[in-house]
Structure formats: C-alpha cells, structure tokens
C-alpha cells in the first residue's frame, strides 16, 4: 500500500513538472489549474495501464 503511494505522488510530481516546463517554454505561462488537472488526467491514465498490464499478464482479458 505504501509503495503504490509513493508511485502516485512521484507520477504526479513528474507529471506536473513535465507539464509545467511544456507549457512555460512553449506558451509562456504555466497555469497551475491546467498544469495540475493535466496532469492528474496522465496519472489516471497510468493507473488504467498498469490495471491492464496487469490483467493482461494474469491472462483474464
């Protein structure tokens, strides 16, 4: 439980910072409403891949 907690708060952090030096370099700002749900929708994305890999891999998809 506490491993999946720290991939969540790293992935978002990652995430952010991503989002965050694309939108600064290439539009100049980095609003932290769109930085953040951008993000978050990326980490929803990565937990729906892991799922999949995962049922995949147990052969039950």
């Known amino acids: 439980m506490l ?11 990652g995430f952010a910072a991503a989002v965050a030096g694309y939108l600064a370099v290439f539009h100049g700002e ?3 409403k769109e ?3 951008t993000a978050f929708a990326a ?3 990565l937990y729906a891949g892991r799922y999949l890999e995962r ?3 147990d052969g039950r998809a």
């Open 3 to 13: 491993r999946e907690i720290i991939i969540l708060i790293a992935a978002l952090a």
């Open 30 to 32: 980095a609003p932290l």
């Open 35 to 37: 930085t953040l749900s």
């Open 43 to 45: 980490v929803i994305g």
């Open 55 to 57: 049922r995949l891999a």
